[in-house]
């Protein structure tokens, strides 16, 4: 009888692993899709969790897995990805038929845990995302960014004013450090409303939050990210949210005492805290047109599918303040600075090309005697090819994905391709890195080559196949404000410094393979040679 019991239980678990853990790596080659080599729990994630490829690597690799295919399948852990590699069906799917895949992956955790973290827009799903996406879409119009230009100017100005005055033929800095300084400054007045100098005051509490929320080489950050994928319920149950308790009582208390003293003096400032309490208050002014020519990596408001097809009465609270200004603040201290880096790399790579934009951005200065006007920026036509190309080399996020939320059916195009069947939770994954280093879309796609992105070269780049900051109504919504944040601290670096390398610059880059993100090792040092 023991022996029955134990070849049962055996058996039963052998059942539980087959149907739970092994059947579903079958998922995507029963549909004759083409797939990646799983390994058993971790699927195809094992490259990056035994640190054996960093996160670029990785993507490609699953990219160029089956080169000729407009799709490969793949597995975070157990949970069946798609991976789209043809720009057709990226637009078909996160655009066209978008109301099936509307959704970001499993981010979010309890709200009774972490409600700073669970009602950021990234994190937000379904109507709720709708109705946040709405109201939020009016800050980033290119009229708002004009209202909220000159806080960014000034951050800008500042910056160059402040290594200009340490009177030094060449300074070496760490670019990444340098730049999460600079957006520290910016986000903290535009979103938050508050003066901070994070040059003067190195270890000031914005930033000091930034570098913790930003640590994604944190073997916290990377487990919190594998608990969330597989198995949330495990958080909830042990109250762990994804942001530290430091980080949550920061944002929230700086929140309400910004609202609380606006209220009470009645102050009012170009920024989006601004704009979500006009929301609050059922006072919000109506939506304004776009300025077309504001660059060329903008997501476009055609693309953005996000408004409800009727009027719903949005609640905003002070949490909903609050976790925005937070999302914001991330985006802008790790992301943007990044982009900024990897733009200041490239120009010390290419002096010739820096001096080219120098050249205009002399002229400019002439023009406006040191303090451009929001319509100059936007007119600078080289800096937008630099800034363009930049992004294509190293976009904001390497790959983006998209839940599916109700049954669809991709039918194929071509002969010989499967139909494709998606249960709602599988995923689609965009490989963003790799689609702008394909060299079928971008010729010598290792060069750096802002004459791709110029009046008469634009125009034959493929439609999706440039995604710096994503595609579709779940793209970035910060687009327009991260470019001009880029694009001034630029013009005023520029004008004042000549970006060089030196001794301790890596040529090429190389990425720390423990982190979640694109992360280079060591930083982006280089120099600033002063003119």
Known sequence: MIVYWIFATIALIALIIWKGYIKPYSHWKNMGVPQAHPWFI??????????????????????????????????????????????????????????????????????????????????????????????????????????????????????????????????????KDSFCRYTTDVIASTSFGIKVNSLETPNNEF??????????????????????????WFLKMFNIGFLSKKVRVFFTNIIEETIKLREEKGVVRPDMINLLLEVKRGSAKKKEEDIPDDGFAVIREEADASATPHKRKVNITNQDIASQAMVFFLAGFDSVSSAMSYIAYELALNPEIQAKLRKEINEVWAKCNGKPSYEDILGMKYMDMVVSESLRKWPVAPAADRICVKPYTLEPTSPGEPTITFKVNDTLWIPIISIHHDEKYYPDPEKFIPERFSEANKGNILPYTYLPFG?????????????????????????????????????????????IALTPEGGIPLGLKSL
């Open 207 to 232: 930033y000091i939050m930034g570098k913790e929320v930003s640590d994604f080489t944190k073997i916290t950050i990377l487990l919190k990210f594998l608990a969330v994928i597989v198995c949330p």
């Open 42 to 175: 971790v699927g195809d994630s094992w490259p990056t969790i035994f640190r054996i490829k960093g996160v670029k690597e990785w993507i490609d690799w699953m990219y160029n897995m089956h080169p000729g295919s407009k799709y490969v399948g793949m597995y975070h852990f157990y949970l069946p990805t798609l991976v789209l590699k043809d720009p057709e069906i990226i637009k078909q799917l996160t655009i066209k038929d978008f109301d099936y895949f509307t959704d970001h992956g499993n981010f979010a955790v309890s709200e009774e845990v972490d409600p700073l973290w669970s009602k950021n827009l990234f994190a937000l799903k379904g109507q709720r995302w709708r109705d946040m996406r709405s109201v939020l879409s009016g800050s980033f119009t290119s009229n708002k960014m004009r209202l909220m230009y000159e806080l960014i100017r000034e951050e800008a100005e500042k910056f160059a004013i402040f290594f200009k005055s340490k009177n030094e033929d060449l300074l070496e800095l760490n670019m």
């Open 471 to 515: 595609v579709g109504p779940r793209a970035c919504i910060g687009s327009r404000f991260a470019l001009l944040e880029i694009k001034a601290i630029m013009f005023y670096l520029l004008k004042n410094f000549e970006v060089v390398l030196t001794k301790n610059t890596r040529i090429p880059l190389k990425f720390v393979r423990k982190s």
